[in-house]
């Protein structure tokens, strides 16, 4: 049995068709598992400065709803609360900013760093 509708790429290469690259998802899921827009200047994924504030803030958008995440004096560290809330609303569809890190408190990292 083969991927019904359009597949998604793991590694983020619409041109990577094989086979143990593809998996089905949804279009949330679809949504979910995307790299950061052109126009990033921040570097990070869910990251942008607060001019008003002077601080950066992150930021998620699930279910098309914009959900602020807090502001921060860091942008890294802004980057992984970004990180930490997009790995619990997509789980393995989430692309992380920090994928090596992914070890927050109650869990282990399947990557074993």
């Not at 590694?11 to 143990?20: C, H, M, P, T």
């Not at 679809?30 to 827009?37: D, K, L, N, S």
């Not at 400065?49 to 802004?78: M, P």
Request: contains cysteine; positive net charge; proline residues 4%.
């Amino acid at each position: 049995m083969g991927i019904v509708g359009a597949p998604d790429h793991k590694d983020l290469d619409g041109l990577n068709n094989r086979v143990d690259n593809l998996r089905q998802a949804d279009d949330h899921q679809q949504g979910a598992h995307r790299g950061r827009f052109a126009n990033n200047t921040s570097g990070h994924k869910g990251v942008s400065w607060l001019k008003t504030a002077g601080k950066w803030q992150a930021y998620i958008t699930v279910a098309r709803k914009r959900r602020h995440l807090g502001l921060f004096e860091d942008k890294i560290e802004a980057a992984k609360a970004y990180d930490r809330a997009a790995f619990e609303a997509w789980g393995e569809f989430a692309v992380l900013n920090f994928p090596a890190e992914r070890c927050w408190p109650g869990e282990s990292n399947p990557q074993g760093r």
